[in-house]
């Protein structure tokens, strides 16, 4: 078994070239490959599961001439290693999967039958049930996206090889079949990248390894076929990384186990992956209604953040008592956008006066900026930031709205440069911005803006001069412009009620969404973003719902809350202010993922 931490990867136990159980722990760099002789665990074993907890590798069960139910650990800095606790049942073959602080175990096999228990532990001692398998499993392939751990294949107790998929949710302890595999398979890695859950390789029901990939889509369960592995294995350890997968030895033979190491990455410009969507597949994705993928939630009013799926599930949520606590008050998140491939997601706390970006899943706070609730404009802080953007050269923009200034933070977190002249908030663009509330990036590293002092929609260039600047016909208060493909553009008016309007840079409107009465009325909509599927997505902020509008009928045909009913409970929304897409793929359609380098902490 493998496990990552950090930037190192940890490799224990599994079968020698002679069948043998061993007891060795390794450290692997992921960047030279190179190995490190840590030491051993104090029993050896093979078809263990295995997490990170608390700085030590914890190896749950596992066989050596039978299954155990001992629980081992090991301390990297120490070097040694110990028995921590003991498993409920001996088990081998389980599977674990970790979301926030807690390891869930799933299936395995006892000596006599495949289980259905799922256990849960934060410690590796105290163990409890949370969930149960509709069968048996032992072998199967899990891996967590969000809240959600898929579950692929495996075998059952009458030793058949299965193709179900499952996902079951750790907040609500549900399990549900979601699809099918398109070949029965156990011995499976599985891992997740970009929102979708890879399963690769494992064993038919014939015996024989297999090299096939294939991605599920957590929310809807599609199944989509991917590059092959370049040899055919089974039993392989996963190391999820940041922004990577390593697959880690494995057996090619029912009796020999080879040595692989493959290195797995989303799809990047200029760089082959393996395993990369295909185009089919990423268009595919696109063109599903009412969305593929997750759909992310700046829930303002209850200052949180969620993660959607099109059933409207909540397949994670921010804060959470399973995730990391913020290092800094977690208030207001007005806007909040996927980056790194869907790997993080940038956060504007706009009246807490805070930038944060923080990884998807994990939870964990890679930086922040700015000063909770203290409002300033010298280095380390801002005031009322809105809309929190990567931008070129791995750094991030933001309207610094109240400072009247466009802000730029480097990859190190340093303040780079501005637009506008800190205070003065006289329209008069390149030299003054007239308080902003939006700037956009676009691919050529120009900003879409929006100037609350004066009404109007500008294109600008890094330098702040204007390529074109209006007034849009039917806005009063611009917010959030967004350019579509085909070179239009997309803002609303932060009013009530409500439009949404299509747009050129010439000032024509295109097509205008504006009820003025009834369950389509807008009550201060904040932002209206194109889907690649044509429907439009919408946060009406003081109806307390996320839409999801047909253009072509001009009917919602996709809601997420209750209207004009604030609440907190499953279901429910509170002012939400901000909202972006995340496809299967790892794709961002709504905006350019200039994220390639993480910007690094400023002054808090």
Not at 318 to 346: C, K, Q, R
Not at 430 to 451: F, K, M, Q
Not at 521 to 536: F, R
Request: glycine share 14%.
């Amino acid at each position: 078994m493998a496990v990552a931490d950090g930037g190192t990867v940890y490799i224990a136990g599994g079968l020698d070239r002679g069948g043998t159980s061993v007891a060795g722990v390794f450290s692997m760099d992921p960047v030279t490959g190179r190995l490190s002789n840590l030491g051993s665990m104090p029993h050896a074993f093979h078809d263990a599961a295995g997490a990170m907890i608390g700085g030590r590798l914890v190896v749950f069960g596992g066989g050596a001439s039978s299954g155990t139910d001992l629980v081992q650990a090991f301390d990297p800095s120490s070097r040694t290693g110990s028995v921590i606790g003991h498993l409920p049942v001996a088990l081998s073959d389980l599977q674990a999967a970790t979301v926030g602080s807690t390891v869930y175990l799933v299936g395995g096999y006892d000596g006599t039958s495949p289980r259905t228990e799922i256990y849960a532990t934060t410690d590796g001692r105290k163990f409890r049930i949370v969930g149960h398998l509709p069968n048996g499993l032992r072998y199967p392939a899990v891996a967590a996206v969000g809240s959600t751990i898929v579950i692929a294949g495996g075998q059952t107790a009458t030793r058949a090889t299965t193709n179900d998929v499952y996902a079951f949710d750790t907040a609500s302890g549900t399990m549900r079949r979601i699809g099918a595999l398109p070949a029965p398979v156990s011995e499976a890695a599985a891992f997740s990248l970009g929102g979708a859950v890879f399963v690769a390789g494992g064993r038919q029901a014939s015996g024989s390894a297999l090299s096939g990939v294939v991605s599920i889509d957590p929310g809807t369960g599609a199944v989509s076929a991917e590059k092959p592995l370049r040899l055919p294995v089974s039993d392989v350890a996963v190391a999820t990384l940041s922004d990577s997968v390593l697959l880690i030895g494995g057996d090619r033979t029912s009796a020999v186990a080879d040595v692989l190491i493959a290195k797995m990455e989303p799809s990047k410009p200029g760089r082959a992956a393996s395993p990369a969507p295909s185009a089919t597949t990423a268009a595919t994705a696109a063109a599903v209604r009412p969305f593929a993928g997750l759909l992310l939630v700046a829930d303002r009013g209850n200052d949180r953040l969620l993660v959607l799926n099109a059933q409207k599930e909540i397949v994670w949520k921010y804060p959470s008592p399973n995730l990391p606590p913020p290092p800094l008050a977690f208030s207001y998140p007005d806007d909040a956008f996927w980056v790194h491939g869907g790997n993080a997601i940038l956060v504007n706390e706009e009246d807490n006066d805070v930038l944060v970006e923080i990884a998807y899943p994990s939870g964990r706070t890679i930086w922040t900026y700015g000063h909770p609730g203290t409002p300033g404009s010298s280095p380390g802080y801002v005031h009322q930031p809105d809309d929190l953007y990567p931008y070129p050269g791995g750094g991030v923009t933001v309207a610094d709205a109240m400072n009247c200034r466009i802000l730029f933070l480097g990859p190190a977190g340093g303040y780079v440069g501005q637009i506008g002249q800190t205070g003065n908030c006289t329209p008069g663009l390149p030299a003054t911005v007239g308080y902003p509330n939006g700037d956009t990036p676009l691919p050529n590293g120009h900003l879409l803006i929006t100037e609350l002092h004066g009404g109007t929609i500008a294109e600008i260039t890094r330098t702040g001069h204007p390529v074109w600047q209006l007034h849009v016909p039917g806005i009063t208060v611009p917010s959030d412009p967004q350019r579509l493909p085909d070179g239009t553009y997309m803002a609303v008016d932060y009013a009530h009620p409500g439009t949404v309007e299509r747009f050129t840079s010439a000032g024509k409107v295109l097509w205008s969404y504006r009820p003025t009465s009834g369950h389509g009325e807008l009550d201060h909509p904040s932002l209206a973003a194109p889907l690649p599927n044509g429907l439009v997505a919408v946060n009406d902020d003081f109806r307390h719902r996320v839409l999801l509008i047909d253009p072509a009928t001009g009917r919602i045909v996709w809601q997420y809350g209750v209207t004009d009913q604030a609440g907190a409970g499953r279901g429910y929304l509170s002012f939400p202010d901000g909202l972006d897409l995340l496809l299967p793929d790892g794709t961002i359609p709504l905006h350019v993922d200039f994220a390639t380098d993480r910007v690094r902490p400023g002054r808090p």
